[in-house]
């Protein structure tokens, strides 16, 4: 497993609650794009399909 930013753990965080891409974007003040780019970038860095995987692994590992 990679090293995660700051920004991953914001997003990785988001997901976790539900959000939506659109939502995040809001939060973080990122386009929409952006966050399916670090999305993107952090499902590969854990070896995950999708971001309820993604969620299960946060709430899982204790990451909220």
Known sequence: ????????RAIIEEVA????NK?????LNFSEG?????L???LDKL???DRTQLAIW???RGEL
């Open 1 to 8: 497993q990679r090293q995660m930013c700051i920004r991953d």
């Open 23 to 27: 939502e995040i974007a809001k939060e």
């Open 34 to 38: 952006t966050v399916r780019n670090y």
């Open 58 to 60: 946060a709430i899982g």
């Open 17 to 20: 609650k539900g959000k939506s």
């Open 40 to 42: 993107s970038t952090i």
């Open 47 to 49: 070896e995950l399909r």
